[in-house]
């Protein structure tokens, strides 16, 4: 059962190591829009799955993300939200891996489940031709020792 939430306030996730993101809900707009993102569209096709995965995650983020507490620079001072130190936010792969988790999975999740093959109207194997044939039976031979 696909169960719709229609709340569109923003929510704070907890990425650990005390990094909490406020996050605009992942709508269909925001995920067009991180497909369109130039940073995106520009990979070259030999791009790997990994490089993908993290271009479109920055670009998901940098439309998400509103506010944040726990990201400061390297003197501890607070680092406000922009989209340069979000992308460096998630080159911190522990960073990286709990977003992806916690916000952007569960929009992809939905997209998976479209991607299955849809069930046979006849059952899975109408058409097929049969391929196994029944073993013959063997004759049985006494052995004389």
């Not at 990425?15 to 990979?43: I, K, N, Y």
């Not at 791009?47 to 995965?53: G, L």
């Not at 006849?122 to 052995?143: M, V, Y």
Request: charged content about 25%.
């Amino acid at each position: 059962m696909l169960r719709l939430d229609l709340t569109s306030e923003p929510r704070w996730l907890d990425l650990g190591h005390g990094v909490r993101l406020c996050t605009a809900p992942l709508t269909t707009a925001l995920m067009v829009a991180a497909r369109s993102d130039p940073a995106v569209e520009v990979l070259p096709d030999s791009a790997s799955d990994e490089e993908r995965a993290l271009a479109f995650a920055k670009a998901i983020a940098r439309r998400a993300v509103t506010e944040w507490d726990g990201v400061g620079d390297a003197d501890g001072n607070p680092v406000p939200v922009m989209p340069p130190a979000i992308d460096a936010l998630l080159e911190v792969w522990p960073m990286f891996e709990a977003f992806q988790a916690v916000y952007v999975s569960k929009g992809l999740l939905l997209d998976a489940e479209k991607n299955v093959s849809a069930p046979s109207p006849a059952g899975t194997s109408a058409g097929a031709t049969a391929t196994a044939r029944p073993a013959r039976k063997r004759a049985r031979t006494a052995r004389r020792g």
